[in-house]
């Protein structure tokens, strides 16, 4: 009897944790999202049906914030795919002061993104700042742009800061990732004369498979997390140019206390990222989460 | 041929990390701007109802740091343990409930668990902070460490269970001290993330004296109401001074501990 109930005692905490302040929430969230309901008091919202999801779907803001969402992960996951895999192999060559040069490009990953978009913000800022000074420097003055401040071009500098903070991410994975490919396939690329370029393309980036849909996963769900430097960089403005999911629902409800349309949104946030996952996962063959690891099957 | 490609590689590694060394520098050299050093110690002697307001924040993020990181290495490295040790109904049911709550941005629930929160009267103290943050950091963690648990062998706890050892027994004596690497590992990156999240101390800690130290620049960037970027950048270079030392101190650690998140995923 004693047997069977410890093994639950030992996910209790986890169990509770996750399911007092995760999951009973998304239940409150579908409820709440199929009401009308200003502020707090949830005694006095009203069923609507499927009201907020067809304001939510019909709402411009709401339907540029899910198309900045998925600019931010293509170009977000290019960026540190492409950027990660380059300075991984060219650091692997163990050139002088590659240490060094490892510290600095992992650095910005531990920075808070409060650190990242503040200085960030410095460097755009259109007086003063670090880019159009050194633009006003080398005389081209003509380049100067209000960059946080004009609609065009506020998504590519909060971009910009994005790809800075995440890169080094991609070197850490794609390092790990090299560390598992077998040294004596590269000797034997070379007795075969396969030059540096080949290699790179022929057995370095087929061999990261794995590592490459680990970023992808990784990349889909960070940029649906998206929120804290478009918060602090621009709080989604100028007009909205800059806004993200998270931040709509952020606004809906802090802001004008449309607490059932913030829930609609809320939901279909977590669809978003529940379906990606799973597609990532299913379309590239990667199965390795839900505990089918490899440790998992020698044991059977 | 091969040196002079080297020659080229080593000159876009170096551009590279120059470029990614000018925003620090830009950031460090507004904090000196106007006041020079005093900007700093203006920021260190700011005060509120008589608190020094930036140690308190300081004290603020070590106390929520610190009450998160044992919530989560305790509830995680249990449930790691059933979910890689013992037999029981439901096991995986509970393993990938447990695990896709990963995909969740905490913010989804901002919502409900500001009703939930007010109604535990819970509303602005460090256990609102602590558990919401230890319940988003919770499911990486299991991940971890059921990866970890999973490589050490059964037959060292079937042996201890000879002994008579208990269940319990055997996760500490015998399972927790094979796994100090992963927990060393657990620990560098729970420290990182959780010192460094902005969403759940903006939306849950509701003034000032509970202000962890990512708040801080919302806080120092206005003086009077105008703003004020030279003691808005200094709270941004103090709030990264102890990460960066910690990321000094321990790179390879973290390094470790973030690539394990990656290839157990």
């Not at chain 1, 009973?24 to 200003?38: A, D, E, G, R, V």
């Not at chain 1, 004009?150 to 994005?162: G, H, M, P, S, T």
């Not at chain 1, 090299?178 to 000797?187: F, H, Q, R, V, W």
Request: proline share 4%.
């Amino acid at each position: 009897m004693k047997k069977r109930i410890t093994p639950y005692l030992y996910i209790l905490p986890a169990v509770l944790l996750v399911g007092i302040f995760l999951i009973y929430p998304i239940i409150f969230n579908l409820l709440s999202s199929f009401t009308k309901w200003k502020g707090f008091n949830f005694g006095k919202a009203e069923f609507v049906g499927i009201k907020n999801y067809i304001t939510l779907i019909k709402d411009p803001v709401f339907l540029r914030d899910l198309r900045n969402c998925l600019l931010f992960m293509v170009l977000t996951i290019f960026f540190q795919m492409s950027i990660g895999l380059i300075l991984t192999v060219f650091l692997n060559l163990k050139l002088f002061g590659y240490r060094l040069m490892e510290t600095i490009y992992f650095f910005p990953v531990v920075l808070s993104s409060v650190v990242v978009g503040y200085t960030f913000l410095q460097i755009f800022e259109p007086n003063f700042g670090t880019l159009n000074t050194f633009l006003q420097s080398v005389g081209l003055e003509g380049w100067k742009r209000m960059w946080i401040g004009d609609a065009k071009y506020a998504l590519i500098a909060i971009l910009i800061a994005n790809i800075y903070q995440w890169s080094g991410m991609g070197i850490i994975y794609y390092r790990a990732g090299l560390a598992n490919i077998s040294k004596e396939l590269y000797d034997a690329a070379k007795i075969d004369g396969a030059g540096f370029w080949q290699t790179f393309f022929r057995i370095t980036i087929p061999l990261l498979k794995n590592t490459h849909v680990t970023i992808l996963l990784l990349g889909t769900i960070g940029c649906l997390k998206f929120f804290d430097l478009a918060y602090i960089m621009t709080s989604g403005g100028p007009a909205n140019s800059t806004e993200f999911p998270l931040l709509y629902l952020y606004r809906k409800f802090m802001r004008e206390s449309n607490s059932g349309l913030a829930s609609a949104a809320a939901i279909v946030i977590i669809l978003l990222a529940t379906i990606l996952s799973i597609g990532i996962l299913k379309v590239t063959g990667n199965d390795r989460e839900a505990g089918e690891n490899k440790y998992d099957k020698k044991k059977k | 041929m091969t040196k002079r490609r080297n020659r080229i590689i080593q000159l876009c590694l170096t551009i590279g990390a120059v470029i990614w060394i000018i925003p620090v520098i830009a950031a460090i050299r507004v904090s000196f701007k106007n006041g020079g050093f005093k900007n700093y110690t203006d920021v260190f002697d700011t005060k509120i109802n008589n608190i020094l307001i930036l140690p308190k924040m300081i004290s603020n993020s070590f106390a929520v740091t610190g009450g998160t990181i044992f919530i989560v290495m305790v509830s995680a490295t249990l449930a790691a343990y059933a979910f890689s040790k013992l037999k029981f109904k439901g096991r995986k049911i509970f393993f990938v409930l447990l695990l896709s709550c990963y995909a969740i941005p905490m913010l989804c629930t901002l919502i409900p668990n500001s009703l939930l929160i007010k109604a535990l009267g819970l509303r602005g103290s460090y256990l609102s902070m602590i558990l919401l943050l230890a319940t988003a950091n919770i499911p990486l963690a299991i991940l971890i460490f059921k990866g970890n648990f999973d490589s050490i062998p059964s037959s060292y706890l079937e042996a201890a269970r000879m002994d008579g050892c208990t269940d319990l027994k055997g996760f500490l004596y015998v399972i927790l001290p094979m796994s100090k690497p992963a927990i060393v590992n657990v620990l560098v990156v729970l420290f990182i993330q959780v010192w460094n999240d902005f969403q759940i101390p903006l939306v849950f800690s509701t003034n000032p004296e509970k202000y962890t130290l990512t708040l801080a620049p919302t806080f120092f960037g206005l003086t009077q109401n105008r703003l004020d970027l030279p003691h808005l950048y200094a709270s941004i270079v103090i709030i990264a001074i102890p990460v960066v030392v910690f990321y000094i101190l321990m790179q390879d650690k973290i390094v470790e501990g973030m690539s394990i998140g990656g290839l157990k995923e």
